[in-house]
């Protein structure tokens, strides 16, 4: 029979791509994970890594070997989801990455909600980019995270990945005091400073293709993750932007907002978590605490 901890071991290298990173997720010895992948070769009697320079590749059988690992932990949780269910009592630790607009914007209102029904609920806190976080949650560093979603733009749909909606946060046109007597349209900003996310993120891609279906190139001089920067900059006259509701983090805005050409442009909030896991009582705490956070910013 195949051991278990050493498919785990194989799974983990297809997650992290290297020796040393399972090594550190898994605080072993990169020598002892060589080891177990070794006797796992053994046990399986086929090649299951190929050498390339100074890394390692999976073979095309040591990716059945992880389809097949994939299908056993998600069973694994499964079980652990159930068993947790049959008890009255919410406990455990659920490991959440969430970005900056959420953290700051629904995370303190649900907390709070948390401490006060379920006391034994420990929830651990990552300030992650969805790009950064959602591999962790594959590879079971985290169980629950926060992303976001912008038209055009959706997330990749992994098959062990469920998501649910906890709120459309709409998006606006910001712009500094001086504005605030004008109607404007996205063109009469052709030639104003732009703030925006970095490049290659959803947000800068599409903030990018709405300023280019509005006609023009935008003069983009910063670039931020930091939203609360870009509000900063709007309020001292630095700068226009484009920028969703939950960028004032339930407070009123500080400077005037004009609509999009498409009224209904927003952004989605998600919460993502591992099929096996979403059912889990813990989860579906936290789940619903955000939910209800959102609901009542509305």
Known sequence: MLDMHRLRILR????????????????????????????????????????????????????????????????????????????????????????????????????G??????PQLRVEISQLEPEQALPGLVSHDFDLVIAHEYPGHPLPRLPQIEHQTLVCDRLHIAVPEELADKQLRLADLADRAWVMEQPGTPARSWCEAVCREAGFEPDVRYCSYDLQLHVKLLEAGEAVALLPELAWAGAEPTVPQHGLADPHSSRRIVAATRRGAHGHPAVLAVRQALLQASAARR
């Open 113 to 118: 909600q948390l401490r006060a029904e379920y």
């Open 12 to 111: 983990e290298l297809k997650h992290r791509g290297t020796l040393a990173a399972v090594a550190a997720a898994m605080a072993y010895a990169p020598s002892s994970i060589s080891m177990q992948l070794s006797q796992l070769e053994e046990e399986t009697g086929v090649p299951l890594l190929q050498r390339v320079g100074r890394s390692v590749r999976l073979t095309p059988q040591a990716e059945l070997l992880v389809s097949h690992t994939e299908a056993l932990l998600e069973l694994m949780e499964r079980a652990e989801s159930d068993l947790a269910a049959s008890s009255h009592a919410v406990t455990g630790t659920v490991r959440l990455a969430t970005f900056q607009t959420v953290a700051l914007a629904l995370l303190p209102t649900a907390l």
